[in-house]
């Protein structure tokens, strides 16, 4: 039996991976800041779930807090805060939590459970199109997704023969953020003439973990929408 760690797993992207693992039958711990969320989500996804709190803004106590794991054979990250920032208007605070969360964070997160990891243990660490196609009050968003290219780099290296890969999701047409609008501007400029599903994303995600030929890469699931 597989032992899937989500981090970032109460909600959203993380919270439908983390069904996907527990619907399988993997053992599947979810995160979040709120322990009480974590909880209730993991009691609701299934009986071989568990919740704990984590929060990635604080690196220092990540170690700590996932203590209790024992072992790892998938670990996928998918927390963030993006905060619209600009240099218009320039947060200092918000800016250095983010890019804390994204990339100190994410990096201690695997550094923690390294020695934890079982031998086909693999990695995937989340980021987005903005990475490419900044927009307006991305400036902190588009810098932390480019930086996660280099740091899959660094620790697919490091953490060798143990696999890392960076998903890069487009517009999620029907997340809780897009699926009440009807008209998103991606819609004209994708090819495939719609925005890509969560259970897409799931499904790339569990793409990359598996398959033993994919390390150091970044995955985009856009529906094509990077060539128009």
């Known amino acids: 039996m597989s032992t899937s760690i989500v981090i970032g797993g109460s909600g959203g992207l993380g919270r439908v991976i983390a069904q996907r693992f527990a619907d399988r039958g993997d053992c599947v711990v979810v995160t979040s800041r709120d322990k009480a969320r974590a909880e209730a989500t993991a009691e609701e996804i299934g009986s071989r779930v568990r919740g704990m709190a984590l929060d990635l803004s604080q690196p220092d106590t990540i170690a700590h807090a996932l203590g209790g794991i024992t072992e790892v054979d998938q670990l996928v990250i998918t927390a963030m805060d993006p905060v619209p920032n600009s240099l218009a208007d320039f947060d200092l605070t918000d800016a250095v939590r983010v890019v804390t969360i994204k990339l100190v964070g994410y990096a201690e997160t695997v550094r923690a459970l390294r ?114």
């Open 115 to 228: 020695d934890r990891f079982n031998p086909a243990a693999s990695v995937v660490l989340f980021g987005g199109l903005a990475r490419e196609r900044p927009y307006p009050g991305s400036t902190m968003v588009t810098t932390f997704n480019a930086g996660l290219t280099g740091l899959v780099k660094t620790l697919a290296a490091e953490i060798a023969p143990h696999r890392v890969n960076a998903l890069h999701p487009g517009v999620i047409g029907d997340s809780p953020k897009w699926r009440d609008v009807t008209d998103h501007p991606h819609l004209r400029r994708t090819p495939t003439g719609r925005l890509v599903t969560m259970a897409e994303i799931a499904d790339a995600t569990d793409f990359l973990l598996r398959n033993a030929g994919m390390n150091a890469h970044d995955l985009n699931v856009d529906g094509g929408m990077l060539i128009t």
